[in-house]
């Protein structure tokens, strides 16, 4: 076991002060009369960990994002560039707090270190419901490709046990513990991109620049072009933070979570960049724009005949699935690091096998009613904004955890800033927070509407939760009139 996770000496070493996530059982060397690891808790390696960033930024999207935003011509590409700089930054970001506080949790252990409870809080209330929100999406979406294999659409009742199954699978593998979690999301990541890769590099090889059609398509200004297609880009970028969330459960935390973070973002922004550069040379962009499955569109004619459709299909769902893995994992941790500090119900603090095995139940469950009331509601406008839910929510702990990262800076605490390295982080900081606003921005009126009221919603729950604390401290110690 990597001496990592234990006190160093020096400018990385976090404080003993008010922080009060230790590292804890799940982190801790075993000592004398420790209960022994279990043989279905397995830390990550560097691989693993660089997998499950890649598996939870790429799921289905991917598949249809060349048609997505091909009304806006080739000037997307440049939104793609834009978004995929301000998300490295954001890895960089992520890497650098990962480094001073390897502890499960991520964005939250960050903003409770730098701001307190309730900042910690609502990072990790935000995080969670980006969560199960977006589990629920994937699970929907993924039916859609199901379908091409099997007709399930013919019965509503057949469409929603799907979707239902393809969130329990999942679930299960987590439950089964971090071995399997592991052992799915490397599969499932090798699986869906080396097909990926295919279509992005082979596609070079068949690119017409006459397929690419204007480089702006749409009325109105460049910067507004620029801007309306990175709001439908904006989504797939999430889950850069994933490395970080699982810290506790990857080995040498300090030197790892910042790596995978860093080549897991790069890995992901390749494959973006280049299927959509080869979808958009391959598929004529008057039939791109009307497009419901680009990527078949573009094997059809690299490689001719109708197998397109489903080749891809079984892309996506294994796309999709190891995104639901890596997701349901990330759902139960954040809860996980919060219930141990007395700010989420101590039942999330749970773990079996290495899995905060109640957090994952309860995030299936609330992922799998918000999927039935999808379904039954019989509307897609509900779901398509709680789907956009997901971006301005998960922009909360990005924003919290970059100011984080400028408090430390600014504060000049020695133990967490490489004095030689202090404007080269002040800068990535930067950069990073206004990526994550710009996200909020194009996240849409209605959507942070919604999302600032499920905010509201968790105040609740911390004055709840925050109000036992206080009364189990008075208890522990009573005043001088006791």
Known sequence: ???????????????AGRDTAPIGPDTAP??????PASRHARRFGLPVATALVMGNIIGGGIFLLPASVAPYGTISLVAFGVLTLGAIALALVFGRLA???PMTGGPYVYAREAFGDFAGFLAAWS???TTWVSNAALAVAAVGYLDVLIPVHESKAATIAAALVLQWLPALANLAGTRYVGAVQLVATVLKFVPLLLVAVGGLFFFDSANL??????????????????AILLF?????????VSAGEVRDPRRNVGRATILGTLGAAAIYLLGTLSVFGTVPHDRLVDSSAPFSDAVNVMFGGSWGGTAIACMALVSMVGALNGWTLLSAQTPYAAARDGLFPKVFAHKRRGVPTVGVGVTVVLASLLTVYNYTAGTQGVFEILVLVTTFTATV???????AQLYFLISGQADRVHRSRLVRDAVLALAAFGFSLWLVAGSGYAA???GVLFLFAGVLVYAWMSARKQRAAGAVNPGPEA
């Open 213 to 230: 059609g204007p480089f702006q398509a749409s009325e109105g200004s460049a910067l507004g072009a620029v801007s309306a297609s990175a």
């Open 30 to 35: 075993a000592g004398p009369g420790s209960a």
């Open 397 to 403: 702990p990005y924003l919290l955890s970059t100011a």
């Open 448 to 450: 942070v509407y919604q």
């Open 127 to 129: 995080y969670w419901i």
């Open 99 to 101: 480094r001073r506080l």
């Open 1 to 15: 076991m990597s001496t990592a996770t234990t006190p160093q000496t020096g400018r990385d070493t976090a404080p």
């Open 236 to 244: 797939s970028y999430l889950g850069v933070e994933s490395a970080a």
